[in-house]
């Protein structure tokens, strides 16, 4: 049976910490060195109820996309959720690893994941690491849809392909458009916008899209039908835990390891509902009480 030490210096190996972005908190939260590993968890969001699953498994190690702790902290005491967090582990010897942005720039990477979960062939990094001279590192992807769909056809992919959730997938542009390319990225991906528009893609997946930059990116996209194609944070990057849980996999394998290696069934998501809209359009049914000017007598305090 492996000890902590080992299994780290091999998920260091696949998402080298020193790759991570500057501002990020990556690499082993809790854990003894010497501890034995024989169950290993990976999932997106290090929250109790992942927590909760890693003890009812017997997890040795949960190894999380995000991080605990992304800014500094004076407590870990067991009244903050992220205390808990903490003492549930080391209650149960459960070691927490972490791998984010080095694992999004990674290759194969989370982008790789998500691109892989709706049948899409990665042609490039949008954004490559320019320290890879291969070229294949970096955030985000550019893959082929082939043989072509239409936007709408493509969202319905990516509402049947990832996890399910409240939110499914939201869509700017003509949904009747076709893709013939579109760039991939698990996350908030709103900072890509530029390199989306240098690309030259059709259409664009990713998640956290907000009002303000969306509509300008439609807007300032010109003449070109390049979509926008917004999923639920979680889903875009679940996809990361099957395809990390399979190269861990196959390195225990090498090494007659023997670990048991789960990915999490836990949805983290917080969004739990979502009422789609059947309110009228403003421009053909608001009622005439809502859209009229206010009269004198509607103001308080008016006089007669
Ligand atoms: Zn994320």
Redesign the pocket.
């Given at each position: 049976m492996p000890r902590l030490s080992e299994v780290i210096a091999v998920l260091e190996t696949l998402w080298p910490a020193e790759r991570a972005e500057s501002w990020d908190a990556v690499g082993t939260v809790v854990g003894e060195p010497d501890q034995e590993v024989m169950r290993v968890l990976f999932a997106v969001d290090p929250v109790q109820e992942t927590v909760d699953e890693a003890v009812q498994l017997g997890a040795d190690l949960l190894v999380t996309?995000?991080p605990l702790y992304l800014r500094g902290t004076t407590t870990v005491a067991a009244s903050t959720s992220k205390g808990r967090v903490v003492h549930t582990l080391i209650r149960n010897d459960i070691a927490l690893h972490v791998a984010h942005t080095n694992a999004d720039t990674a290759d194969p990477g989370v982008s790789d994941a998500l691109a892989g979960a709706l049948d899409l062939r990665v042609v490039r990094p949008l954004v490559p690491d320019p320290t890879d001279p291969e070229g294949r590192r970096g955030l985000g992807r550019v893959c082929e849809v082939d043989p072509p769909l239409t936007v709408r056809e493509l969202a319905a992919r990516a509402a049947a392909c990832l996890p399910a959730t409240a939110q499914g997938i939201r869509v700017a542009g003509d949904p009747e458009a076709p893709v013939r390319t579109v760039a991939v990225s698990?996350?908030?991906g709103d900072s890509l916008f530029e390199h989306v528009r240098a690309a030259g893609v059709d259409a664009f997946l990713t998640a956290d899209l907000r009002h303000h930059p969306a509509s300008e990116f439609m807007a300032d996209r010109a003449h070109s039908p390049l979509a926008l194609l917004d999923a639920a944070?979680w889903a875009t990057?679940w996809p990361w835990c099957e395809l990390a849980a399979a190269q861990l996999d196959e390195i225990s394998d090498r090494h007659g390891w023997g670990l048991r290696v789960h990915v999490s069934k836990t949805v983290t998501d917080p969004w739990t509902a979502h009422a789609a809209s059947t309110g009228p359009s403003p421009a053909t049914a608001l009622p005439r009480s809502a859209s009229r000017a206010p009269s004198p007598s509607d103001t308080p305090g008016a006089p007669n």
């Open positions: 996309h995000h698990g996350g908030s944070h990057e």
